[in-house]
């Protein structure tokens, strides 16, 4: 079975830095996708970045941007230039990346991080 | 367009009740997924659907855990003789297939409190 780990419970960091939200998983798959989702008190998962385990290059999105380490088996997300409305949750994902293998479809999420951006 | 909507927003119920939940998908997904989170843990996964059929219900926790979605479209979780360790926000998810490649988008949630 597939687990992802976030071993950072919460951060705090000004408005304007840059912070890493670090991320580690087990899977003895070769081919899944990794995903960033946040989730502010509004409760709706919103997803921030994905990752193809086959791409070599780190995905990145505006200001977020994964550190994918695949022998690691770590995948870190930076958010530069924070800004107030990147307060919220952030959960790390795992999926499998063949619909034939049963249980493909379903994401496997890390315990989550409370990312704190204060003015 | 409309997102992922579900209904009610919360619910409390006393130990022992019978309660279902809604979930509107996006129109057009396919694929419809239901997840549950506890307090300070990430979303787990209960079961998802693929048209109107159960493709995998491996996560549903015991039998008194039901979820139908009998048109292909909306879907209703059905949770007999509630317990207090079934409180819990109930997230319910659609995509437009069920390809990995196609993004989930989650509503907002349902809160559910069992006293």
């Known amino acids: 079975a597939q687990t992802v780990t976030q071993s950072q419970p919460e951060m705090s960091v000004q408005e304007a830095e840059t912070v890493t939200l670090s991320c580690t998983y087990d899977t003895s798959e070769n081919n899944y996708y990794l995903f960033w989702y946040k989730q502010p008190p509004s409760r709706q998962m919103i997803l921030v970045i994905r990752?193809?385990?086959?791409?070599?290059q780190n995905a990145t999105e505006n200001r977020f941007s994964v550190n994918f380490q695949k022998a690691a088996k770590s995948f870190s997300l930076k958010i530069s230039d924070s800004q107030l409305g990147d307060t919220a949750m952030y959960f790390c994902?795992?999926?499998?990346?063949?619909?034939?293998?049963?249980?493909?479809?379903?994401?496997?999420f890390g315990q989550g991080t409370r990312l704190t951006i204060n003015p | 367009g409309a997102g992922v909507s579900q209904t009610p927003s919360n619910k409390v119920t006393e130990k022992g009740k019978y309660v279902e939940l809604r979930c509107d998908p996006i129109s057009g997904h396919t694929a419809l997924y239901w997840y549950r989170q506890s307090l300070g843990q990430g979303p787990e996964f209960l079961i998802y659907f693929q048209g109107t059929g159960a493709a995998d219900d491996s996560g549903l926790p015991n039998d008194r855990f039901f979820a139908v979605r009998p048109e292909g479209s909306v879907s209703t979780l059905k949770i007999q003789r509630t317990e207090r360790g079934d409180s819990a926000v109930y997230l319910c998810?659609?995509?437009?297939?069920?390809?990995?490649?196609?993004?989930?988008?989650f509503g907002p949630g349902t809160r559910l409190t069992v006293l």
């Open positions: 990752q193809e385990a086959y791409k070599q």
């Open positions: 998810a659609s995509s437009l297939s069920d390809r990995v490649a196609d993004t989930q988008y």
């Open positions: 994902a795992f999926m499998k990346s063949s619909p034939q293998i049963q249980g493909a479809q379903k994401l496997v």
